[in-house]
């Protein structure tokens, strides 16, 4: 049994929350949030305790490991709170803003290694994985082009805009690691376009919220991105894997199979799911159930602090690109 | 080369007329109806002869071949006659309506062999000729269940109802064609339901317009029928064959690919072929084509006069069987 | 919180025992089973408590409802037990085979009436449930025509068909709830089909393994059904309703949306979910949630005894048709 | 009735002769090529004139149009022959490999000006046609995104290779017409990546088999193209248009609507047509048809030599991009 506590009770701490409470081999110790209305409330909710700072909690002997759901300019402190404590990380994406402040946390954990595992929750999606598996197979040869489609059902708000890092470390992040993680090799090269479609004050952040990428490996494979901050039909998460015996494709997943004939439309289904929270509920379970297995039954973690650092790299360079308007070299 | 002369120019007549004058191997040499003006507008268009009744240009020596698409109550006598000169004939279905005819018809035919082709054209579909051969060709074991969808999108005139000898003579036929065809082997039980749910008026006529059929083979292999005059999504035309070792599926054919998505409808399609004319254009070339090497090349005629024999008698059954509630034994 | 004992711990039992103890609203107190050793086991791994027999636990304080998962033969009186007690019950289907023994206890049921919610877990299917809801919003106005195609990956044991009471009350019977429910109106005319396709040995047990039927109500609405013991490429669930202005389809769901293009075959998906426990899970979950908001919240009851006679009264029909050859009417 | 020369009898020349000699509203008077056995023989076949050389054919009197389907380097030539002999032309795509003599042979065309369609097939298939219409009518907002799929079965031969201008030129030109197509409104900025995944060799022709192309409007809106010159799986030609108000998609086109159920795979599909003859037939008989009723009805042309000369002006900035590894402005 793992002792748990949760840091952040907002969106994405609840989502940790309820997984961490209902998992067989985990117990949910406590909730933290520096809003003590928000942790009592979640804490409550699942029969624990909770608290409005983590510190003494990471380091005292009831916990064995932390979720890290809370800002992103919180995560490095706290990962590196729990490694002095020797306590297992699983922190939510991105690990920070800032790439040297990554490289330090990352050099730093050496000294005191914990087990680490970075949220990239799409790579626990069951298609995701099967995609990935069939690759590793060896079904479609050698990867020639991957193309990740990526849109949100709507833009957050521009308070979150402000502390997001802008949309390549914020949103596209999780296709740097999708794209490294089906190429199976290195980017050596990025290229970004981005521009301001859906809002065109976004551009007084310094920010955009349409994006096309396109990196190149080594050995000559590609990769592409799109993104953009609204789709009017709902979430959209599409994969494209083509290789030299094959094609692999992931199609939207979606809450019924209903199809609808009238006499206008045929083959009509419903809009995608609405975000993140509904589209991988189940990849955060198994998330959850990968961090686990790590601590508990020593696996390797599945994706690592490395996996962290190299897919905010990736949008460091992107973002350069989109604003130089050349492709940068890795 | 075969010189066809194409019997009756209404709809059918001038899908067949249209076929034959730009088809290779064949020469359009006349065009006959009772009515002179379609009779000489089609040939016109086509820059050949017409002629209101058919019997001296059956017998004559300028034509090979005849192509029957004149009233049903014609197509006995027509092909009596044309095998009476030697000539080849397609003729549309149903032979007839009254299986008694068919039957005498086709045993003078023995005496006077000519080849004749009846034009059950959904058999020459490049897709249900495809999953046909997927059958034969074992892929899917031994057939144990055959479905069968086939709506139209509107009803005809009642002035049509009430010489069509009824939905299963009319309709239904090819469908009773279709699963013979399917199934391998011979229904030896027909059980029909039918209803108006279109029309009710339609049951002054002693007609129906939705109905379901349950065929059985000697082996105990099933055969599934759903028909109905109209569906507000267009010409709806699929198959199911399942087997021991899989399962077959052909799906409506469309004439765009264009999927669409936005806020309350994803994967949304166009509506349906319009009708059969659309639906099976090539189906009808492709027959013509059969017919023609049949005749030309000697090879086998691929729908027989008994094959519009037994799928008359399949409908007489499942006629007798919606009236009376019970199955019939054939 | 419901207080819940589950009386069964085979397959069925297992799923509704899991289902209970995770379920916010719920308590497992007990689980029941004649067989020690699987009783105790289950009890262990959910913590609560274990009985060989459920006589005194029905009529004890202790619990509020019980969830019947027992073989089919105990159905009737278990629920004559708890209705006696003032329990709530959910009963897995068939009530009986017996007709009689069903009728019976119904009428009994109207002296002491507890909810009772008959275990058509289908019904709880999220697509089933949307298709459903569209019928009713009158999405494709007057039904005409409703499909359902439901294939097993494979036979169950002889020994199990022995006591099944046949393909038709025992696999059929969910066809014939989906069938009243989606038609929205009682059929009157049951035609059946059946042979032996997939095991030639199950005729020496009266019984049969691939069945068609055909229904209809006296509105002329029509209902086809299609089953197989044995499907070589899973567990196939498909749904069609037809109607005067549109057309519904639910097709299989699948564990992955991935699709594989090679040099042979291009969108090949994987073969179906294995069968009813793994197509079914979340239908499992939500018939819970539907009983315990029926027992705590005065909800209706979804799915009542009388629905579970009516099921029962289809098959026995279904069975004399397919003996006698002739429809029969209700 | 248009009277037609066709330049040209290799694969090209010979879909145009057909095309032209099957059409109501042509003629086809000549066939032309420099090798009189194919010149010859595809006359023959058509029962029409043939020749060796154009120039005398061009000037004389009886003819009104030409198709060009002759290489790459006769292309402007030609055009110029025919523009000053007053004849329409249809030309095959690129205008020529090299931009400066577009650009002067399109200045000469101003002052003797006759209809010249350039053959961007594409335009002319039905899905491309209902999708661009869609955008038209407004169905999905401002084009955000353009997503254009375009994979070749196999590469061609290494003599093609080295004639043909490269990938950019060669192939990916049609994509830079469907891109500016979709977009309605020009590309400003370019950007490629390219590499030699088929074939290693093709370095040694400074050409490429594998590539994906960013382009960027003045507006923002942005547009993915990935080309390779082998799949497996056969001709890939999909299409994404994605906007404010929604998306609309082309999938590839099949030659049967078959789909494949085992214990292995479901939904399995054919392997896509197998190259553009095939995927493209229909819409070379359309463009014919456009190009027919510009010559005789005077109506616009629809793929003018203005759109050669952009699309030209696209893959010479790609080809750029590739090789400096930076965005090309345009």
């Not at 907002?10 to 929350?17: D, E, L, P, T």
């Not at 502390?163 to 999708?178: E, K, L, N, P, V």
Request: glycine share 8%.
């Amino acid at each position: 049994m793992l002792r748990i506590a949760v840091i952040g009770a907002g969106r994405i701490g609840k989502i940790h929350s309820g997984n961490v409470a209902t998992h067989p081999r985990a117990r949910l110790v406590a909730v933290v949030d520096p809003l003590e209305a928000g942790a009592r409330a979640l804490a409550q909710q699942h029969g624990t305790q909770w608290a409005t700072q983590a510190q003494d909690l990471i380091a005292g002997k009831d916990i064995d490991a932390i979720v890290i759901g809370s800002p992103t300019n919180t995560h490095i402190d706290l990962i590196e709170q729990a490694a002095a404590a020797g306590k297992a990380v699983l922190c939510e994406k991105p690990l920070d803003l800032d790439i040297a402040k990554v490289n330090r946390c990352l050099a730093n954990l050496k000294k005191t290694p914990v087990p680490l595992l970075v949220g990239f929750n799409r790579r626990f999606d069951p298609s995701a994985e099967a995609l990935r598996g069939a690759i590793q197979e060896g079904e479609i040869g050698k990867v020639r082009q991957v193309i990740i489609s990526s849109r949100d059902p709507g833009p957050p708000p521009l308070s979150y805009v402000a502390a997001s890092g802008g949309i390549f470390r914020d949103m596209t992040i999780h296709d740097f690691d999708m794209g490294r993680w089906l190429l199976g090799e290195e980017p050596v090269e990025v290229f970004a376009t981005a521009s301001c479609l859906v809002d065109p004050t976004l551009a007084d952040h310094n920010d955009y919220d349409t994006t096309m990428v396109v990196m190149r490996t080594a050995s000559g494979s590609q990769c592409h991105i799109n993104n953009c901050r609204q789709a009017v039909y709902g979430y959209d998460q599409r994969l494209e894997v083509f290789g030299s015996e094959g094609m692999l494709m992931n199609d939207n997943l979606r809450s019924t199979t209903l199809r609808r004939y009238d006499a206008q439309t045929t083959e009509g289904r419903e809009p995608l799911l609405n975000f993140f929270l509904e589209r991988y509920a189940e990849s955060y379970r198994r998330e959850l159930d990968a961090f686990i297995d790590a601590v508990l039954d020593k696996k390797p973690v599945p994706v690592t602090g490395e996996d962290g650092r190299r897919a905010l790299m990736l949008a460091d360079a992107a973002l350069e690109s989109a604003r130089s308007g050349k492709a940068v070299k890795l």
